[in-house]
Protein backbone atom coordinates (compact mmCIF):
# COMPACT_ATOMS: atom_id res chain seq x y z
CA UNK A 1 0.00 0.00 0.00
CA UNK A 2 1.16 3.33 -0.59
CA UNK A 3 -0.29 6.67 0.63
CA UNK A 4 0.35 10.31 -0.29
CA UNK A 5 -0.91 12.21 3.11
CA UNK A 6 -1.46 15.75 2.01
CA UNK A 7 -3.13 18.45 4.66
CA UNK A 8 -5.24 20.02 2.89
CA UNK A 9 -7.47 23.67 3.36
CA UNK A 10 -10.10 21.48 1.38
CA UNK A 11 -10.21 18.60 -1.53
CA UNK A 12 -13.38 18.68 -3.67
CA UNK A 13 -14.01 16.38 -6.14
CA UNK A 14 -16.49 15.60 -8.84
CA UNK A 15 -16.52 11.93 -10.69
CA UNK A 16 -16.32 12.63 -14.40
CA UNK A 17 -16.06 8.78 -16.33
CA UNK A 18 -15.90 5.45 -15.10
CA UNK A 19 -12.50 3.82 -15.03
CA UNK A 20 -13.43 0.01 -15.05
CA UNK A 21 -16.06 -1.40 -16.36
CA UNK A 22 -17.86 -2.28 -13.21
CA UNK A 23 -16.99 0.74 -10.93
CA UNK A 24 -18.44 1.24 -7.35
CA UNK A 25 -22.14 1.83 -7.52
CA UNK A 26 -22.62 5.25 -6.11
CA UNK A 27 -25.56 7.34 -5.50
CA UNK A 28 -26.14 11.20 -7.28
CA UNK A 29 -24.96 12.64 -4.02
CA UNK A 30 -21.60 10.55 -4.55
CA UNK A 31 -20.66 12.31 -7.32
CA UNK A 32 -19.37 15.14 -5.77
CA UNK A 33 -18.22 15.70 -2.41
CA UNK A 34 -15.90 18.19 -0.42
CA UNK A 35 -14.19 18.27 2.79
CA UNK A 36 -12.56 21.63 4.41
CA UNK A 37 -9.81 21.07 6.88
CA UNK A 38 -9.02 18.28 5.71
CA UNK A 39 -6.38 15.03 6.02
CA UNK A 40 -6.49 13.72 2.07
CA UNK A 41 -4.96 10.40 1.80
CA UNK A 42 -4.31 9.22 -1.67
CA UNK A 43 -3.82 5.97 -1.81
CA UNK A 44 -2.55 2.73 -3.86
CA UNK A 45 -3.33 -0.74 -2.75
CA UNK A 46 -0.95 -3.06 -3.88
CA UNK A 47 -0.80 -7.06 -5.02
CA UNK A 48 1.56 -8.02 -1.85
CA UNK A 49 -1.10 -6.31 0.23
CA UNK A 50 -3.52 -9.08 -1.05
CA UNK A 51 -2.05 -11.78 1.26
CA UNK A 52 -3.19 -10.09 4.16
CA UNK A 53 -5.47 -7.39 3.61
CA UNK A 54 -6.57 -7.22 7.42
CA UNK A 55 -3.27 -6.85 8.61
CA UNK A 56 -2.65 -4.14 5.57
CA UNK A 57 -5.63 -2.15 7.11
CA UNK A 58 -4.63 -2.21 10.61
CA UNK A 59 -1.10 -0.79 9.73
CA UNK A 60 -2.75 2.26 7.32
CA UNK A 61 -4.87 2.71 10.04
CA UNK A 62 -1.80 3.50 12.32
CA UNK A 63 -0.17 5.47 10.55
CA UNK A 64 -2.80 8.13 9.29
CA UNK A 65 -4.31 8.57 12.77
CA UNK A 66 0.32 9.43 13.59
CA UNK A 67 -0.08 12.10 11.01
CA UNK A 68 -3.55 13.03 11.76
CA UNK A 69 -2.25 13.93 15.06
CA UNK A 70 0.34 15.29 14.13
CA UNK A 71 -1.26 17.88 11.94
CA UNK A 72 -4.13 18.05 14.37
CA UNK A 73 -7.04 17.09 11.39
CA UNK A 74 -9.66 14.96 12.91
CA UNK A 75 -11.78 15.09 9.09
CA UNK A 76 -10.01 12.07 6.76
CA UNK A 77 -10.44 12.14 3.15
CA UNK A 78 -9.90 8.59 2.15
CA UNK A 79 -9.01 8.68 -2.06
CA UNK A 80 -8.52 5.74 -3.96
CA UNK A 81 -5.53 6.34 -6.23
CA UNK A 82 -3.89 3.74 -9.00
CA UNK A 83 -0.86 5.79 -10.00
CA UNK A 84 1.12 5.55 -6.86
CA UNK A 85 2.09 2.17 -7.36
CA UNK A 86 3.01 -0.31 -10.75
CA UNK A 87 1.71 -3.18 -8.82
CA UNK A 88 -1.57 -2.59 -8.28
CA UNK A 89 -3.97 -4.88 -6.32
CA UNK A 90 -7.05 -6.19 -8.24
CA UNK A 91 -9.96 -3.71 -8.13
CA UNK A 92 -12.21 -6.11 -5.59
CA UNK A 93 -9.50 -6.16 -3.20
CA UNK A 94 -8.53 -2.75 -3.04
CA UNK A 95 -11.88 -1.52 -2.73
CA UNK A 96 -12.45 -3.62 0.62
CA UNK A 97 -9.44 -2.15 1.83
CA UNK A 98 -9.92 0.99 1.10
CA UNK A 99 -13.70 0.72 2.65
CA UNK A 100 -12.66 -1.19 5.94
CA UNK A 101 -10.07 1.71 6.46
CA UNK A 102 -12.79 4.00 6.00
CA UNK A 103 -14.50 2.10 8.60
CA UNK A 104 -12.11 2.02 10.74
CA UNK A 105 -10.83 5.70 10.77
CA UNK A 106 -14.93 6.29 11.65
CA UNK A 107 -14.63 3.91 14.57
CA UNK A 108 -11.77 5.85 15.75
CA UNK A 109 -13.40 8.91 15.78
CA UNK A 110 -12.54 10.92 12.70
CA UNK A 111 -14.88 12.47 10.48
CA UNK A 112 -14.77 10.26 6.90
CA UNK A 113 -15.17 10.59 3.58
CA UNK A 114 -14.11 8.01 0.58
CA UNK A 115 -13.76 8.99 -3.24
CA UNK A 116 -15.93 7.12 -5.05
CA UNK A 117 -13.59 3.99 -6.58
CA UNK A 118 -13.04 2.90 -10.42
CA UNK A 119 -13.97 6.21 -11.78
CA UNK A 120 -11.87 9.33 -13.54
CA UNK A 121 -12.45 12.03 -10.96
CA UNK A 122 -11.85 16.09 -11.25
CA UNK A 123 -10.20 16.75 -7.92
CA UNK A 124 -8.92 20.73 -6.46
CA UNK A 125 -6.84 20.68 -3.66
CA UNK A 126 -5.38 23.17 -1.29
CA UNK A 127 -2.26 21.82 0.33
CA UNK A 128 -1.86 24.04 3.34
CA UNK A 129 1.99 23.91 2.93
CA UNK A 130 3.48 23.48 5.96
CA UNK A 131 7.08 21.00 6.63
CA UNK A 132 4.38 18.35 7.62
CA UNK A 133 1.70 19.32 5.17
CA UNK A 134 3.25 16.70 2.46
CA UNK A 135 4.17 13.18 3.14
CA UNK A 136 4.19 9.78 2.12
CA UNK A 137 3.80 6.37 4.22
CA UNK A 138 4.71 2.45 2.84
CA UNK A 139 2.59 -0.15 4.38
CA UNK A 140 3.42 -4.13 3.20
CA UNK A 141 2.36 -6.91 5.44
CA UNK A 142 4.72 -8.78 8.04
CA UNK A 143 7.13 -10.99 5.40
CA UNK A 144 6.73 -9.00 2.72
CA UNK A 145 9.45 -6.31 1.31
CA UNK A 146 9.27 -3.24 -0.36
CA UNK A 147 10.14 -3.12 -3.67
N1 LIG B 1 -7.35 8.82 -10.31
C1 LIG B 1 -8.35 7.90 -10.74
C2 LIG B 1 -8.05 6.52 -10.23
O1 LIG B 1 -7.04 6.26 -9.60
N2 LIG B 1 -8.99 5.60 -10.52
C3 LIG B 1 -8.81 4.22 -10.14
C4 LIG B 1 -9.24 3.96 -8.71
O2 LIG B 1 -10.44 4.67 -8.39
C5 LIG B 1 -9.60 2.48 -8.77
N3 LIG B 1 -8.53 1.53 -8.48
C6 LIG B 1 -8.33 0.38 -9.16
N4 LIG B 1 -7.36 -0.37 -8.60
C7 LIG B 1 -6.92 0.34 -7.52
C8 LIG B 1 -5.94 0.08 -6.52
N5 LIG B 1 -5.21 -1.05 -6.55
N6 LIG B 1 -5.74 1.00 -5.56
C9 LIG B 1 -6.47 2.15 -5.56
N7 LIG B 1 -7.43 2.46 -6.47
C10 LIG B 1 -7.66 1.55 -7.44
O3 LIG B 1 -10.05 2.24 -10.11
C11 LIG B 1 -9.69 3.32 -10.95
C12 LIG B 1 -9.03 2.79 -12.20
O4 LIG B 1 -7.82 2.18 -11.88
Given at each position: ??????????????????ALKNPEP????????????????????????????????????????????????????????????????????????????????????FEVKRAPFGYY???????????????????????????
Amino acid sequence: MRMLLIHSDYLEYEVKDRALKNPEPISEEQKKGRLDEVLAVFMSVEKADETNPDEVVEKAVIEIKDVASQVKADRIFVYPFAHLSSELAKPDVALKVLQRIEERLRQEGFEVKRAPFGYYKAFRLSCKGHPLAELSRTIVPSGETVS
